[in-house]
């Protein structure tokens, strides 16, 4: 493996070994012991769009496992207000760094990115098109609340549209036989194109406007921003805007175990009282991009985590 640009990077192997050796990892991403498995080695952080978790997540991941990293920083002050290419920056950044960490407002970035480098890159978001990393942690998440993977009930809820981070998960989710629920205002569907893959994979997928309706019986509810600064129109994200509203009183005869999972940053669509129900998993999740990311840097590097099987 190079890279990971989409989770068609990864098999089902893949994914199941990775979360494992994040779950080895947990004492180290948490400071509670020292494992410089890294050293020596540099991330290259290139963010070309803003980004707190994920950028951070990357940071801490490879410092904790003793490596270093090189910001690209505030594109504003990078060459890239000069009009320096794509290509060009990534084959500089290339000779600096063992791997590179990258998030692109255009869709394909990524990709295109890998067949510059000789180094692996990790796509942190391009445009709307995927996120896996999101996805390595959004699944450990699930994994750690539910003991498995395999044939649960999700709904994903908000923009299927333009979220990267439900086109990534909706893949991998299909491919452990999941049931999706896909719950979006009309104009924020999965792309067809998508659902028609999931679908092609064997998935069982049903299309909804009815958020609240689909509670019920749900292992998984994963909401999502509306990516605002996706829509070329501004009277159509009026149009959506605050179209889901998840609050505490809507979470009566859900099920016990039912998980409430969100990318993050959240605007509006998970109301603060839904943060002190039994079902708020968000910043568990958010911190676990710690120890996937440490997982997905190791093995893109070619390096074991002690303690799996040999
Ligand atoms: C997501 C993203 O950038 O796609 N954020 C993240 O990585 N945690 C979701 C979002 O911005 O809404």
């Known amino acids: 493996m190079t890279g990971l640009i989409t989770m068609a990077d990864l098999t089902n192997e893949d ?29 290259g952080n290139l963010f070309f769009e803003p980004s707190t978790r994920t950028r951070m997540s990357f940071e801490t991941a490879m410092k904790r496992l003793g490596g270093g990293v090189v910001n690209l920083g505030d594109v504003s ?13 990534i084959q500089m950044v290339d000779g600096y760094t063992d791997i590179i960490a990258m998030r692109h407002p ?14 692996p890159i990790l796509n942190g978001g391009d445009g709307a098109g995927h996120h896996p990393t999101q996805t390595m942690l959004d699944l450990f998440t699930i994994r750690q609340a539910h003991g498995r993977l395999d044939g649960l009930d999700v709904v994903l809820a908000g923009d299927l549209r333009y979220g990267r981070t439900v086109h990534s998960l909706s893949h991998a989710l299909a491919r452990f036989d999941c049931r999706l629920v896909l719950a979006s205002p009309e104009l924020l569907r999965m792309p067809p194109e998508i659902v028609e893959d999931l679908r092609a994979s064997g998935a069982s997928v049903v299309e909804t406007t009815d958020l609240y309706g689909s509670l019920d019986g749900a292992d998984v509810v994963y909401m999502t921003r509306i990516q605002k600064e996706r829509f070329a129109d501004e009277d ?44 708020a998993r968000y910043f568990e999740q958010a911190f676990n991009g710690v120890v996937t990311r440490m997982a997905l840097l190791c093995r893109l590097l070619g390096v074991d985590v002690p303690g799996g099987e040999a």
């Open 106 to 119: 255009r869709q394909g970035a990524a990709r295109y990115a890998q067949d510059a480098a000789r180094v």
């Open 236 to 279: 159509e994200y009026v149009k959506v805007a605050g179209a889901y509203k998840l609050h505490a009183k809507h979470l009566g005869e859900v099920r016990q175990d039912m998980i409430i999972m969100h990318p993050l940053p959240r605007v509006d669509e998970i109301h603060p009282s839904v943060d002190e129900t039994r079902h």
């Open 77 to 89: 002050t990078s060459s890239v207000v000069k009009g320096e290419t794509l290509f060009d920056t």
């Open 15 to 43: 994914i199941v070994e990775v979360l494992d050796a994040a779950e080895r990892l947990l004492p180290v991403a948490r400071g509670n012991a020292q494992m410089p498995l890294l050293s020596g080695r540099i991330l």
